[in-house]
């Protein structure tokens, strides 16, 4: 296991929150305890300074290092006036789906000067994931790593790494990003935008007022590093490259996957990827940029500019190379809506499939699903001016159900049988009426409204193809599926033939992920195995449409074996 390589010091992770208690079968891993204290802290980018919610002081916050096997109990006390949750993202919560955080949907936030102990277990997952608040906006400073490591003796199924470097990609709001979402949440119109990206909070030298904030890589020739990406920006994809070097894509989603290389590579918001960097045999007199842009495939506005950090080459002690200005490289990125290199790097992924790391693709399929994905509108109130389409406001939806977020927890309804005005079980399987999703929009662009759920029997083997749909023009939504990995087993563009399509379906070694872009202007399908007891949601991580209402919730009945239950809530659960 290679040493971390710690990239700045509001990265560092501090040792002295953590306790490690050896359980009586090493098998099972160890407890982790982690106390998460969210505060607000004060952080300059850009030459301005804000208060920023933040996790133990640090930003981007700390990272939480495991193997897999292992229990974690992470405490978080709330000293902020916001409410706050805090999602895991990625990890399955098998039976512990009160530790999802969701606010609203597997718990009520944490309220100011209260606490929660989220407690789960790692099982079958190993890679990068990574944390984050799980409430309005606050997610744009409360994120950090999840390091996942195989079980002691497992090697990597590559050769193993000189370091590990945790790379997180954000986006950086000189004004307070809660604020921003609840202007546009007023007026109806579409948010501003960042003011730039950041890899590890740092935002680099293409910026203003940024140079000394910018994230270095440095490196020792000959060498193999692991780069744990992570894209815990709100509302882009990013095109990533590092100048002059080749990146070998192993790892998506804490999931090993066939090896490829590439010079570039692409990662929405939601999704990690592992990469190996080789680095040069020798010292190559050159530094090297790295650098992230947006792609983009809507119409509305985005942040149109460039963070880059420096990969740098260390040399030898007697050496002269480091008093004298070296070269810098920078890397060519596709252009803003390379929709072909999208799709292309999309298509390599491919799942290990070996014997050691199956893909277990469900082959019979109890339950299809067909969900249309994008914008419409809702109506603007009477006396008020509205920004959105035609004086509309901006809405989002699944099959046309834009989601309205109820006031008490979807799982603890659920588990206590109280689903009485909280929710419905009716949420439509397929568009209640059907049109040519990428032809001309239809007339009537307005959404419904509610709090409707699909219900799954413990054990279903779910379809679910995902449409964009072009009501207010096409655009790619990256959909994240808590509690589940599923398997992308399809994707095209245009309209989804269910007559033609299915024949071109892969199910032998489909990526797995939890978190899938849908194409704009196209489809994606997904498998996945019901066999996790809860409520799950499922949503857009372009923050702003997840705000809008692009959003829906499974929930899974308990099987009949105690390993198939849903336990019961813990003592110091959040209350509304």
Not at 220 to 244: H, M, Q, W
Not at 263 to 277: F, M
Not at 304 to 324: D, K
Request: aromatic residues 12%; hydrophobic residues 40%; charged residues 15%.
């Amino acid at each position: 296991m290679g040493v971390f390589l710690l990239s700045s010091p509001a990265f560092l992770v501090f040792f002295s929150f953590f306790t490690f208690c050896l359980l009586v079968d090493p098998v099972l891993g160890i407890t982790r305890h982690y106390k998460f204290d969210v505060k607000l802290h004060n952080v300059t980018r850009l030459c301005h300074t804000r208060s920023i919610v933040s996790v133990n002081g640090q930003f981007p916050g700390p990272r939480i290092v495991a193997r897999e096997g292992d229990q974690l109990l992470i405490k978080v006390v709330n000293h902020v006036p916001n409410n706050v949750s805090i999602h895991w993202h990625g990890i399955r919560q098998l039976q512990s789906g009160w530790a999802d955080g969701p606010a609203y949907v597997t718990q009520c936030p944490i309220q100011t000067g209260q606490s929660y102990v989220y407690n789960f277990t790692i099982i079958g997952q190993r890679g990068t994931l990574f944390w984050h608040a799980h409430i309005s906006w606050l997610r744009a400073t409360l994120y950090g790593p999840i390091i996942i490591l195989p079980k002691r003796g497992i090697p990597y199924p590559f050769a193993k790494p000189y370091k590990e470097v945790p790379i997180v990609f954000g986006e950086w709001f000189n004004a307070d990003p809660e604020a921003v979402i609840s202007q546009a949440l007023q007026t109806g119109g579409g948010p501003n935008v960042s003011d730039a990206y950041t890899i590890n909070g740092l935002p680099g030298p293409l910026y203003n007022c940024s140079a000394k904030d910018t994230f270095k890589l440095k490196v020792k020739p000959g060498k193999t590093y692991l780069l744990r990406l992570v894209n815990a920006a709100l509302n882009d994809e990013l095109f990533f490259s590092i100048a002059n070097h080749t990146l070998t894509v192993v790892d998506v989603d804490a999931v090993y996957v066939k090896p490829f290389e590439t010079e570039t590579l692409l990662i929405t918001p939601g999704q990690t990827t592992n990469v190996i960097l080789k680095t040069k045999p020798s010292y190559p007199n050159a530094t090297f940029f790295m650098t992230a842009r947006p792609y983009v495939t809507g119409q509305g506005t985005f942040d149109n500019s460039t963070v880059a950090g420096i990969l740098e080459y260390e040399s030898s002690p007697n050496s002269l190379h480091s008093s004298i200005m070296l070269p810098l490289f920078k890397p060519i990125l596709p252009a803003l809506n390379d929709t072909s290199f999208a799709t292309k790097f999309a298509c390599k992924l491919r799942s290990l499939a070996s014997a050691q790391y199956p893909a277990n693709v469900p082959q019979k399929v109890d339950k299809h699903f067909f969900f249309t994905v994008g914008l419409g509108t809702s109506p603007c109130q009477h006396n008020q001016t509205c920004q959105g389409p035609n004086g509309t406001k901006f809405a989002a939806s699944v099959n046309n159900v834009s989601f309205a977020m109820p006031t008490t927890a979807l799982l603890q309804a659920h588990f206590f049988g109280q689903s009485n005005g909280v929710y419905t079980p009716d949420f439509p399987s397929s568009p209640i009426t059907p049109f040519n999703y990428i032809g001309s929009p239809p007339n009537n662009t307005m959404v419904s409204n509610g709090t409707k759920v699909v219900v799954l029997p413990f054990n279903t083997s779910v379809e679910l193809v995902m449409q964009d749909t072009n009501i207010l023009g096409a655009e790619s939504h990256p959909l994240h599926l808590h509690g589940f990995n599923f398997f992308l087993i399809g994707r095209g563009f245009g309209n989804f033939d269910p007559n033609k399509d299915p024949a071109k379906f892969n199910l032998i070694d489909p990526v797995e992920r939890n978190t899938v872009g849908v194409p704009s202007g196209g489809w994606v399908a997904i498998r996945f195995l019901a066999d996790n007891p809860g409520v799950w949601f499922m949503h857009c991580h372009l923050e702003v449409h997840t705000s809008w209402g692009l959003k829906m919730a499974w929930i899974v009945l308990d099987g009949e074996l105690p390993t198939q239950k849903l336990l019961p809530p813990p003592a110091d659960l959040p209350k509304c």
